[in-house]
């Protein structure tokens, strides 16, 4: 069963295309990679699918409900938690309260009753805790509970942000280039976190260039450029697709030099 | 909680104080005002320091919570505490009206509305003056009194407003450290993902502006009956800079550090007087010194100074412990 | 009826052109170096204040005095550049908000220790024989601030538009990085441009101190109003700065003559409210869309 | 060989804040020579031609033009010692005039008058289009124009070593070829080229000498054509 149904999508910013007439469907339960040239409108379709931006047409719909025209609380409020490209962490905070940020939506006190800390309040604050606990065990974490986030190194930060995105317990997870800067153990811890993630029933959706990681965690993978889609398939399918070679090391031309 | 550890010893040395320096003129009038600023700087703390929105105007609504309790007692002869009332009510619906459009703006364009708005408040009270008795002010305000006990010396007005302030620090700590405290610290530090994680960004940065002017509305209150008069001075432009400048000096976000940057901006004065006319220079000096090599502040500064200090201390003592700290702080 | 109206577009004219030349130099800081300059009103003050003292207190012409004084701006507010604002780059808004205001508390104070709170007049450049426009009438120092605010506006709008430094400053605001990779030299561009907003500045002081006198603190209000004319204007655009300072104190004047003196200053404010809830890029600004 | 390369770069490292995006890069240009620099989004490529042009502080190494240390010299400086650079994503002043641009390309010779009339002519015949449209505003341009203008730009600077960043990005492939074309044109006429591509099939068919990055270190060097043949640079790109 597909969670996300995304038909006819396009978005322009002042005349220049970002993406034109997209459809792609992300079956439940399964990690599903978004690649493509640098520039291709990737992270605008991440940014369509949790509410930042309005789609100029078409739809998206998630678990049946259509997404388009909701504010991202609302989006996220669905079952949607992303990640960013460029780290979005609250450097002005601790590891665990950004992740207990997380447990948002999974908690209800009102400004007040937080203020006059009533015994409801410090009730839900225990159990935030725990499951910000639980989610930055659940990324290898527990370490750097007590620390800033401004005092950790970038390659922790990056798991960091997975954990708050997960700590709101949400259907599907948008991951955007989650390797993006890290070294070559980092990735490989990466890819197993991703798995980790799959494997707790959670879809996701990810937009990575690294591709030896999207190859292999990523069930099926659509490739787009210019905007577009230029192929859909599984990772063997997509590395011996003669047009998506092209797209990625360029056509050559031919020189009398 | 352990958040309220640094909150006990201030109980203890705000209540202590006048017990050790008994009719100390430093204890009880300084000390009132700087309570009083205390109030102030950490009402704009919640709203500059945590979730990241400046304001320029804060001196405005501290002015409407004073005139409304001035005018409503000495004009139309209303009891001070629903005076009070009122102010806040008059506040509440003032700021909530005005903060979705203001809070719309960010950086330098907020930072000239809320300092635009301070100003029409500030003229709008000299202007009106068959109610607000116009540039000279407005005198007579009756003394609050609670159960009999009349708020009437140095030392009376030094506990209820210390009281006060306690309070409001208790209510603030609580805010920070709570799911509506984590919003705010959020949309401060990343307003698209504070939204991906369900945050209202807009609910919530009405929520706390309005807090914060209710908190400056009672602040205000109590400074027009602990003076007994009001005029449009106390509540103009520059004392919505100082105000800043009392939070930024002393460290945004950080409760404490607001309170110590209204001790330290309210005693400064004081002991400026020594070099009389070098005193707005040497003001203004400190204000952009402190700025250009201290910006976290000086709690922020001080705080990372004694851990320095700690640090060297356990290193001395033998080998370290904390090896996730070392290890985080090291890579980065 | 008519004759009123005109003396107050006359004397809105007049108050407008000083904001305009003010808001002018907050607009070239700002959008040379993304800094909100709320020292500026100072550089009036220093204009008009110095001017005083080195020809009233040292005896020299009017004219050697007054260059003195735009020399000494300068070089305020090159210091200012090179000494308070260089070192925060990088720095929140907050930050560099409160390191202007600190400079402005400063400067304020530095004058207050040498001419004191006392309210000083300047002569008139050319007599104070009032010229008759109908009903209405002029004082000559009107025409030479209108005249002189004409004179550097359209300098100005040469500078940034036939000298090549002039097209330089426009590149560091546009693009920085391109900027250094063209052989810019960045530093200097920012100190031209303060030094520039400073000679701006304070020129304006030293044109209207004979009409409306001077203080110590005469640049804070001055200050706040030029910046109010920027953003009416739109901050991203230099002569969007000179009409909306046009705008403000024409606005100020028929307020204050039909409506009410005492809210003159309350009417530009809310106004500046109303375009920043509606139309924040200012009047003359280009509607900007946000990107996240 | 001759003496000494043109550009040396020794173990060259550089930081965004905490994270580090050159890892201890080394190579080197000779004299005349065009050299590409090929790698996948994130290799570090921008980086390295940040820190030559001295916009991206250097946090170790060195890095030597023509016998002189520039590794901290102003950036402002080491343009007017004659390394122009053509940055990623074009970054032509929007708002100016297309002859103005050009003419902030001489900045370092502003007061030469004459000698930057024949150079903007030179540019104009290089580039017939950009003559067209010198009054509009550069911001008004297509992206190919714009790619022209901004090596039309660095030109005006007077280059002995021209620095390419990603020149075809966004550009439809006739454009990309044109835009190759030019660079070889200005290669055979005497200037010395260092071309940073993603498109690295375009980029080592015109080039003479190629560096495979990856993750901020140079992970293969070779001959253009060896490097076309090199089942590593495919891998490098598509991860097998």
Not at chain 1, 137 to 165: M, N, S, T
Not at chain 2, 304 to 313: E, I, T, Y
Not at chain 3, 266 to 286: D, E, N, Y
Not at chain 4, 173 to 186: G, N
Request: neutral net charge; aromatic residues 8%.
């Amino acid at each position: 069963m597909a969670l996300l149904k995304v038909g006819g999508l396009s978005k322009s910013f002042g005349g220049v295309t970002a993406i034109s007439d997209l459809d792609f469907e992300v079956p439940e339960g399964q990690v599903y990679s978004v690649i493509g040239p640098n520039g291709a409108g990737k992270t605008t379709l991440f940014n369509m699918l949790s509410g930042i931006y309005t789609p100029d047409e078409g739809s998206i719909r998630f678990r049946d409900r259509e997404i388009v025209g909701r504010l991202p609380h609302k989006v996220a409020e669905l079952g949607v938690s992303r990640t960013f490209q460029n780290l979005q962490m609250f450097f002005n905070m601790s590891v665990l309260d950004n992740v207990k940020v997380g447990c948002h939506l999974r908690t209800k006190s009102r400004l007040w009753n937080s203020a006059l800390r009533l015994p409801g309040t410090r009730r839900e604050e225990k159990q935030a805790e725990l499951w910000a606990r639980e989610a930055l065990h659940f990324c290898g974490l527990d370490k750097y509970l007590q620390l800033d986030a401004d005092a950790l190194p970038y390659g922790v930060l990056k798991r960091l942000e997975i954990a708050r995105a997960l700590a709101a317990s949400p259907k599907l997870l948008l991951m955007d280039e989650p390797a993006a800067g890290l070294n070559d153990t980092e990735t490989k811890e990466m890819r197993k976190l991703i798995r980790r993630i799959s494997d707790a029933g959670i879809t996701v959706l990810l937009v990575e260039h690294n591709m030896g990681l999207v190859m292999e965690v990523s069930d099926r993978i659509l490739v787009i450029d210019y905007g577009s889609r230029l192929a859909e398939g599984s990772p063997t399918e997509i590395q011996n697709n003669p047009r998506v070679i092209e797209a990625y090391l360029g056509g050559e031309i031919e020189y009398a030099v | 909680m352990s958040y309220l550890r640094g909150f006990y010893l201030l109980t203890a040395a705000a209540l202590l104080l006048p017990l050790v320096f008994p009719d100390n003129y430093y204890v009880t009038v300084v000390g009132v005002t700087a309570a009083l600023h205390a109030i102030l700087a950490v009402s704009l703390n919640l709203l500059m320091g945590y979730a990241g929105q400046i304001s320029l105007g804060h001196a405005g609504f501290f002015g409407i919570g004073a005139y409304a309790s001035a005018i409503l007692t000495t004009r139309y002869g209303w009891n001070p505490w629903p005076a009070i009332l009122a102010g806040l009510v008059l506040t509440g619906i003032i700021a909530f009206a005005l903060a979705r459009p203001i809070l719309r703006l960010k950086g330098h364009y907020l930072a000239m509305a809320t300092l635009g708005l301070g100003i029409i408040i500030n003229i709008v009270l000299v202007q009106t003056g068959e109610l607000t008795g116009g540039p000279d002010g407005l005198g007579g305000i009756p003394t609050l009194s609670l159960f009999g006990w009349n708020v009437n010396s140095d030392l009376r007005w030094y506990i209820v407003i210390v009281c006060v302030m306690l309070l409001v620090v208790w209510l603030a700590l609580n805010i920070i450290n709570s799911r509506s405290g984590r919003a705010l610290r959020a949309l401060h530090g990343s307003e698209v993902a504070a939204e991906m994680m369900g945050i209202n960004t807009t609910a919530t940065k009405t929520g706390v502006f309005v807090l914060a002017a209710l908190i400056a509305s009672l602040a205000g209150s109590l400074f027009a009956y602990q003076q007994s008069f009001v005029s449009p001075d106390s509540f103009s432009f520059f004392f919505s800079i100082e105000l800043v400048t009392m939070v930024v000096l002393g460290g945004m976000a950080s409760t404490y550090g607001a309170i110590m940057g209204a001790v330290i901006l309210t005693f400064l004065p004081e002991l400026l007087v020594v070099f009389e006319e070098y005193e707005v220079m040497i003001f203004g000096a400190i204000l952009m010194l402190m700025m250009i090599f201290l910006p976290q502040g000086l709690f922020v500064g001080i705080q990372s100074l004694l851990r320095r200090v700690g640090r060297n201390r356990s290193e001395l003592a033998g080998p370290d412990t904390g090896e996730p700290e070392e290890s985080g702080r090291g890579a980065a | 009826m008519f004759d009123q109206i005109l003396q107050f577009v006359l004397t809105g004219i007049t108050v407008g052109a000083t904001y305009a030349l003010v808001a002018l130099g907050f607009a070239i800081i700002f959008n040379a170096s993304d800094v909100v300059n709320f020292s500026q009103g100072e550089f009036v003050m220093i204009g008009a204040m110095s001017t005083i003292a080195f020809s009233a207190g040292e005896g020299l012409p009017l004219w050697l005095a007054a260059v003195g004084a735009v020399l000494l701006a300068i070089c305020v507010g090159m210091m200012l550049q090179r000494f308070a604002i260089a070192p925060a780059r990088g720095a929140s808004v907050v930050t560099t908000i409160i390191i202007t205001i600190g400079a402005s508390i400063f400067l304020r104070g530095v004058a207050l220790l040498l001419w004191g709170k006392d309210i000083f007049g300047m002569p008139h450049f050319s007599g104070e024989q009032p010229i008759q426009i109908g009903e209405a009438t002029l004082l000559p120092q009107n025409l030479w601030v209108m005249g002189g605010a004409a004179v550097l506006v359209l300098g100005v709008h040469y500078f940034f538009n036939y000298t090549t430094n002039g097209k330089a400053i426009l590149a560091c605001s546009c693009n920085r990085t391109a900027a250094h990779l063209v052989g810019i030299n960045v530093s200097m561009m920012m100190l031209i441009a303060y030094g520039l907003s400073a000679l701006l500045g304070s020129l304006a002081g030293i044109l209207v101190a004979p009409i409306t006198f001077t203080s110590y603190d005469a640049g804070v209000m001055l200050g706040l109003k030029g910046f109010s004319a920027a953003i009416l204007g739109g901050m991203g655009n230099p002569m969007g700065a000179v009409a909306g300072g046009l705008l403000l104190g024409l606005i100020e004047s028929l307020a204050a003559g039909l409506i009410s003196s005492g809210y003159k200053d309350a009417i530009g404010f809310i106004i500046l409210l109303l375009v920043l809830f509606l139309r924040p890029s200012g009047i003359f600004g280009k509607a900007s869309t946000e990107r996240v | 060989m001759p003496s000494e390369p043109l550009l040396k770069i020794a173990e060259l490292t550089s930081h965004y804040g905490p994270i580090q995006a050159l890892h201890g890069i080394s190579l080197e240009v000779n004299s005349g020579e065009l050299v590409a620099i090929v790698g996948a989004n994130g290799a570090g490529k921008t980086t390295l031609l940040l820190t030559l042009s001295g916009v991206q502080k250097a946090s170790g190494g060195s890095i030597s033009f023509d016998g002189t240390e520039i590794t901290r010299m102003a950036s402002h400086k080491i343009v007017q010692s004659g390394i122009c650079h053509v940055p990623e994503g074009r970054q032509v002043f929007a708002p100016l005039e297309v002859e103005d641009n050009l003419k902030l390309g001489a900045y370092c010779f502003r007061d030469d008058k004459r000698r930057l009339s024949e150079e903007l002519e030179r540019i104009y015949q290089l580039f017939p289009i950009l003559k067209e449209r010198r009054k509009q505003p550069a911001g008004t341009l297509s992206g190919g124009q714009q790619q022209m203008l901004a090596i039309g730009r660095a030109l005006l600077g007077r280059p002995r070593l021209l620095l390419l960043d990603e020149p075809s990005m966004g550009l439809a492939p006739l454009l990309v070829e044109e835009i190759f074309r030019v660079v070889r044109e200005l290669n055979d006429s005497g200037v010395t080229v260092l071309l940073v591509e993603q498109n690295a099939n375009a980029a080592l068919g015109i080039a003479d000498r190629g560096y495979v990055l990856e993750t901020g270190r140079v992970i293969l060097t070779a001959n253009a054509d060896e490097l076309l043949a090199d089942e590593a640079v495919r891998k490098a790109y598509l991860g097998h």
